[in-house]
C-alpha cells in the first residue's frame, strides 16, 4: 500500500509557494518557473504538469470577484467611464499577478498529494 500524503498541508504549502513534501524549500525560481526539485529536501518538482490550470482558476476567480463588484459600482456611484476603467484594470491585473503563482503552486502541491504523473504510484494503484 502507498502512503497516504496529507492534502491540506500540501494545498496549504502550495498556496505559500513552498515545497509540497517539506514546507521549506521554494518551489518556483522566477515568478512561474518550478523547481526541478527541492533545494532543502531532494523532493522532485519536475513531473508536475500545471498547464494550464492555474491561469484557468486565476480567470475564473477575479472574473467572479470583480464583475459583481463591477457592476455594484456603477449602479451605485455612476463614476466616469476612464476612472472606471483605469481603476478596475489596474484591481483586474493586480489580483491576477497575486493568485496566479499561488495556484500554480497549489496545482503542483495536488498532484504531489495525488501522486499523479510521476511524483509516484497512485494511490489507487494495487500490486
Not at 502507498?2 to 521549506?24: Q, T
Not at 455594484?72 to 491585473?93: E, H, K, Q
Request: glycine share 10%.
Amino acid at each position: 500500500m502507498v502512503d497516504h500524503r496529507e492534502m491540506k498541508s500540501a494545498l496549504l504549502r502550495g498556496w505559500k509557494r513552498c515545497c509540497p513534501n517539506c514546507g521549506e524549500g521554494p518551489m518556483l525560481k522566477g515568478y512561474l518557473k518550478v523547481r526541478d526539485s527541492c533545494p532543502v529536501c531532494t523532493q522532485e518538482l519536475h513531473h508536475h504538469r500545471a498547464d494550464d490550470g492555474p491561469p484557468y482558476l486565476t480567470i475564473l476567480i477575479v472574473g467572479h470577484l470583480l464583475a459583481p463588484l463591477m457592476g455594484w459600482v456603477y449602479m451605485d456611484f455612476r463614476p466616469n467611464p476612464l476612472t472606471m476603467l483605469a481603476g478596475f484594470s489596474i484591481c483586474t491585473v493586480a489580483l491576477s499577478l497575486y493568485l496566479l503563482p499561488r495556484f500554480k503552486g497549489m496545482i503542483v502541491a495536488f498532484q504531489w498529494a495525488k501522486r499523479m504523473g510521476g511524483f509516484g504510484p497512485s494511490a489507487f494503484y494495487k500490486d
